[in-house]
């Protein structure tokens, strides 16, 4: 079934043992997480406690269900996997659904929480301590159930559905937050901001919702962007913008997390969970201008870029300059590549020449900065004279992350720069490059704030870390204000009839 | 113009719910459940006065999830407040800081009802604040936007306040006075009450179809 048959009231037809997997999908995590706490001594074998098993177990479960689906996707078949019940009587709906978009969603989860599971698995001999055991046993479980929960979020095809599975995922965090506290116990603000910042998001996110069922009077999020474009291009604008707040507030709770090493992989996984969610729910409102398949990939990698700056902020902080270099490059180049693939033919390939330029860039440049690293702290060196290895290596990458001539990226950027002349293109590139433009902005303003010193500056790292995010979202907001809009009403008026 | 008397009913709802946000900021830190209940009460006039005024008529199921989240969570959160302060008039959170280890079982209750009346999911009040916001948004104009406004501000101090006395509750040092062990049919209500917030939570179909009935009895709903 299409989205507009969808759209036009047709109920989807799929009510077969599909449905079954999809609630499991989300509640077997989150019993696993009950039968994790209950029994923290219980082993599977000297190296794996049974929490962690649990975990590796039901990300390694998703992860098969959720390749086999996307394997199984064909052009006609969008939904082939698809739960419906009615909840509330007439106002909300219980709805799962496994399309294109948050299968591959889907899949970035996993991975991020398998890396978790794997991180988590505590020293043998530490292990067979009871305290220790117990309070492993609790960490896993209350990862699992954000587990459960991210993945409820994911499936959701419903804006109530949704926004109880975000919501939700709060205590677990939390939880994760009260774990991993040390023995003193005294810091418990930064997890009372986390949650009011994550409230305040969820609330905007609550009147997004509220606003498109008063305007639509459905919360399925295909038929309420399709009805709010037919009635009023205004409305979802707001309905938009609400949401880019919502994620926007989340995004800048999960970024104060990593005020602590502790937290920087939860940090980590919330934040790109959260951008990729906002990029999907941002495709639902704006699918009738969105279906290319193209779409979903560049979608996907703006999440991944925005993510990137984000967390090119955070590696300042913490002072990893050539972390933060090499993120900051790679999104640069993620967001080129978006660019280029929004263009015509010639733009394509400038989009794949970028890609090709970034898969030789990091590389090298990941091993340059390890070893670099690695020889500041060796006795006896200067700092900053790395090896002649690690040298060439920096060298070539930045050679190549630069553009120079003879890098796939000049002739990326040769090819980008010819398809820009075509005019009907000129507003989004534009647009996706005033985005590229705020970000570096907000880059190098972080990057002065971490450098300078403080007198000649007077702001707190954490206002610079908002600052990114407000500046990042202010850019996503500028995309999504004028050109896509405009596009659809043209191409509404052109096709004829909608109106 | 003269308004008509549930948009009188409406529009002091939302100024009782503003007044119990910035008590419940701004008051006695042992009182914040006190400020909670009125605030509830507020947010039930304001539904009932947004379903009578503007023809929104999930404003009457917002308000019945709203008292049914009142009468349950709240007896959960005092009861177990007052166990763990127990005889202490001091008017901060002193009493209960570091109960969560000496009581984990009450601590536990506690949190649970604080995060149903701050409306977090799986609980009663989620739905109540979904179905407000679309009776706000479905209503429009002043009314419904203050409606929208006031239960936001509401929402957002309530969970100020609350994770406050719960991190006090958990993350503070544990008391050096005695503390009176907790009967077991005591910690068997708080189970019950704290499973019952939950059922309502994921199965609200029941209190809304009571809440559509209301609104036919009230002649909010045709």
């Not at chain 2, 006395?165 to 006075?177: D, E, F, H, N, Y």
Request: aromatic share 10%.
């Amino acid at each position: 079934m299409n989205p507009i048959s969808h759209a036009a009231g047709v109920q989807p037809e799929q009510f077969s043992s599909a449905v079954v997997w999809l609630n499991w999908l989300v509640l077997l995590p989150m019993l696993a997480a009950g039968v994790a706490a209950a029994y923290p001594r219980f082993r599977v074998s000297a190296h794996w406690p049974a929490a962690a098993c649990h975990l590796a177990v039901w990300v390694a479960v998703v992860s098969a269900v959720t390749a086999a689906a996307l394997l199984a996707f064909t052009p006609d078949a969008a939904w082939p996997l698809t739960a419906d019940y009615r909840w509330t009587g007439y106002l909300f709906q219980f709805r799962l659904r496994l399309d294109r978009f948050n299968s591959v969603l889907l899949l970035l989860l996993c991975w991020q929480f398998a890396i978790l599971a794997l991180g988590s698995r505590p020293d043998a001999r530490a292990a067979s301590q009871n305290g220790i055991a117990r309070r492993h046993a609790r960490e896993a479980s209350a990862t699992m159930l954000a587990f459960g929960c991210c993945t409820g979020a994911l499936l959701a095809a419903d804006l109530v559905a949704f926004l109880m599975f975000w919501m939700a995922l709060a205590l677990p965090v939390a939880a994760l937050l009260v774990f991993a506290q040390p023995e003193g116990r005294e810091a418990g603000r930064p997890i009372i901001v986390h949650l009011l910042l994550h409230a305040l998001g969820s609330l905007a996110m609550l009147a997004c919702f509220a606003f498109t069922w008063a305007q639509t009077g459905t919360t399925d999020p295909f038929a309420a962007g399709m009805s709010l474009l037919l009635r009023d291009v205004a409305a979802l604008r707001w309905a938009a913008v609400l949401l880019v707040v919502g994620f926007g507030c989340t995004i800048c709770a999960s970024a104060l997390l990593a005020t602590r090493p502790a937290f920087l992989a939860l940090c980590a996984v919330l934040m790109t969970t959260a951008a990729g969610l906002l990029m999907r729910y941002l495709h639902l409102l704006f699918w009738p201008y969105a279906l290319e398949p193209i779409a979903v990939v560049v979608l996907w990698l703006c999440a991944i870029a925005a993510c990137g700056f984000v967390g090119a902020g955070l590696a300042l902080r913490t002072g990893h300059f050539a972390l933060a270099m090499l993120v900051c490059a790679a999104a640069c180049y993620v967001l080129f590549a978006v660019a280029g693939s929004a263009a015509a033919e010639r733009g394509a390939h400038a989009a794949l020449a970028y890609l090709l330029g970034l898969g030789v860039s990091l590389p090298l440049l990941a091993p340059a900065a390890g070893l670099l690293r690695f020889e500041a702290r060796r006795p006896g060196r200067e700092p900053g004279r790395g090896s002649a290895l690690s040298r060439t290596l920096g060298l070539a990458a930045v050679f190549s992350l630069a553009s120079a001539p003879g890098t796939p990226a000049f002739g990326g950027g040769l090819l980008l720069a010819r398809s820009l002349a075509r005019p009907q293109l000129a507003p989004l590139v534009v647009a996706m490059a005033s985005v590229a433009g705020l970000l570096v902005c907000a880059f190098q303003m972080v990057h002065r704030v971490r450098w300078l010193p403080p007198s000649e500056i007077g702001w707190s790292d954490r206002t610079a870390v908002l600052t990114i995010a407000a500046v990042a979202a202010a850019g996503v907001l500028a995309w999504l204000w004028v050109p896509p809009i405009a596009h659809a009403a043209a191409h509404l008026k052109g096709v004829g009839g909608w109106r | 113009m003269s308004a008509s008397i549930p948009t009188w009913v409406c529009g002091a709802g939302i100024i009782v719910t503003l007044f119990s946000s910035a008590a419940v900021v701004l008051g006695v830190p042992s009182r914040f459940l006190v400020w909670s209940a009125v605030g509830h009460c507020g947010l039930i006039l304001t539904g009932v006065g947004l379903a009578r005024s503007a023809a929104a008529p999930a404003g009457v199921e917002a308000a019945l999830l709203y008292v049914v989240n009142l009468a349950i969570a709240q007896l959960l959160a005092w009861a177990s407040w007052r166990l763990m302060r127990g005889s202490s008039k001091s008017p901060d959170f002193g009493p209960a800081r570091g109960m969560g280890r000496r009581m984990p079982g009450v601590a536990s209750a506690f949190t649970i009802g604080a995060a149903a009346l701050a409306g977090l999911p799986p609980c009663a009040g989620f739905f109540a604040r979904v179905m407000l916001f679309a009776a706000g948004f479905k209503a429009g104009g002043a009314l419904g936007f203050g409606a929208v406004i006031a239960c936001s501000i509401q929402s957002l101090a309530w969970l100020a306040v609350a994770l406050y006395a719960a991190s006090a509750v958990w993350l503070g040092a544990p008391p050096t006075r005695p503390v009176r062990p907790v009967s077991r049919s005591r910690l068997v209500g708080f189970a019950l009450l704290a499973a019952l917030t939950a059922v309502l939570g994921l199965i609200p179909g029941p209190a809304v179809q009571a809440g559509e009935r209301l609104a036919y009895l009230l002649g909010a709903r045709s």
